[in-house]
């Protein structure tokens, strides 16, 4: 059974010295093939987070099941919307007081295939966000394809939190520029980046390229939660604007935290309006 925030008490939030500070944590851990114990372990460091101040948390991708190789296992996990796993995400949510983001595997349309599925929910119950993986990882030796269902070309879902404007994408679409830029076009400051970013050769250093040049060219904060090792590079972390890492968790399973301002976002547009000089927009395929 799973402990809720109602069964434990949860220490006094920290909070900021900037009062109009966001804090904004990412959570690394390892999922594995027990759901139950995914969703536990979802609590426990969702827990950590509020107590050291945050106000959203946001885990990897494949929160809810993971095994190393994809298969028959994953379409078995896969759940609607209204399911256990995003059950079990609205009630901490509303116990901790939390915005918390996790990927799942959502039960698809199509027979053989699931969706792999973002879902942010929020501290009075609802469901404020959510996002199915655009590009699938077909690389690398990879093939998701095989198993998942390509996400519909949709308008980005936002959401707010503290005043900042919350967007989400998945893992490999990372590697594609204009899914973020497609996100700040839509009044997106904070992008969210849940992962599971295999490990292999030059991978963490292609992560933390990927993650920073995002931020940067898109003048943007940007959060990504990723799988702790083996399997995953680890390396969770959050990039300011100018692409500094606020705060990076390395091989473990933690919880790091770190306070987002508007007024940050101007000062770095002020003197790298880049979205202002752009000279091209986004074509949608």
Not at 50 to 70: K, M
Not at 71 to 96: H, N, Q, Y
Not at 208 to 213: I, K, S
Request: with cysteine; hydrophobic share 50%; aromatic share 8%.
């Amino acid at each position: 059974m799973v402990e809720t925030p109602h069964d434990v008490p949860v220490p006094a939030r920290a909070v900021s010295v900037d009062p109009a500070a966001v804090g904004v944590a990412v959570a690394q851990f390892v999922p594995g093939a027990d759901r139950e114990a995914n969703l536990a372990e979802v609590a426990r460091l969702a827990g950590l987070a509020a107590a050291r101040g945050a106000e959203l948390v946001v885990f990897p991708e494949y929160s809810a099941f993971f095994e190393p190789s994809l298969g028959p296992a994953f379409i078995a996990a896969a759940e609607p919307l209204d399911g256990p796993f995003v059950t079990g995400l609205v009630a901490l949510a509303e116990g901790l007081g939390l915005v918390i983001v996790a990927g799942m595997l959502e039960e698809a349309t199509v027979a053989g295939r699931f969706s792999n599925t973002l879902v942010a929910v929020g501290p009075t119950g609802e469901v404020l966000a959510r996002y199915r993986k655009l590009h699938l990882y077909d690389a690398f030796g990879e093939r998701e394809s095989d198993w998942v269902l390509p996400g519909a070309i949709e308008p980005p879902q936002t959401f707010s939190v503290g005043g900042l404007t919350v967007g989400l994408q998945t893992c490999y679409d990372i590697r594609f520029p204009e899914v973020t830029r497609r996100l700040v076009d839509a009044g997106a400051e904070l992008v969210l980046v849940p992962a599971e970013w295999v490990r292999g050769p030059l991978k963490e250093q292609q992560w933390r390229t990927l993650l920073t040049a995002r931020a940067i060219e898109n003048t943007v904060y940007v959060a990504a939660a990723d799988h702790a090792p083996p399997i995953g590079v680890g390396t969770s972390m959050i990039v300011d604007p100018m692409g500094v890492e606020l705060v990076t968790i390395g091989e473990t399973t933690d919880v790091g935290v770190a306070w987002l301002t508007t007024a940050r976002l101007d000062q770095v547009r002020a003197v790298n309006p880049a979205l202002r000089l752009r000279r091209f927009g986004i074509v949608e395929a």
